[in-house]
């Protein structure tokens, strides 16, 4: 709900503590995809950069296919990693709302829902 509400860490009798929200909400599978995805658009920069040494004719294909992929994967893993009480789109949430340098790591350390404040992890 606030920053506050988060920072406090009242997270109290968490039997697991080394699992996440994302875990523990059966979601960690999206978090693969999106790795996967993102491994790949990766893989389409790194042989656009070398097929720059063999002429460069699919250099700009290579790299449209990757940004496409990075971007799609970011989009789709917006859309489904949402609070399961609420529904709100965590990923967008904390992207707007915390620096570009830190929402990764506090999206994964949520502990309650910035929309709804409630507990995600059980
Ligand atoms: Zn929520």
């Not at 994302?22 to 979601?27: A, H, K, L, N, P």
């Not at 990766?42 to 097929?51: G, H, N």
């Not at 989009?75 to 929402?103: G, I």
């Not at 506090?106 to 404040?117: H, I, N």
């Amino acid at each position: 709900m606030s920053a506050a509400n988060l920072l406090s860490g009242d997270s109290g009798t968490v039997s697991e503590e080394n699992s996440n929200w994302i875990v523990s909400t059966g979601q960690a599978w999206k978090l693969y995809v999106a790795i996967a995805g993102f491994a790949g658009s990766l893989l389409c920069f790194t042989v656009a950069f070398f097929s720059l040494g063999a002429g460069g004719g699919r250099f700009l294909g290579l790299t449209a296919c990757g940004i496409f992929l990075a971007g799609a994967t970011f989009v789709w893993l917006t859309a489904v990693l949402r609070c399961p009480h609420c529904l709100a789109k965590l990923v967008w949430t904390m992207v707007v709302s915390r620096p570009h340098t830190s929402w990764l790591i506090d999206l994964a350390a949520l502990d309650r829902c910035p929309a709804c404040g409630r507990q995600l992890t059980k």
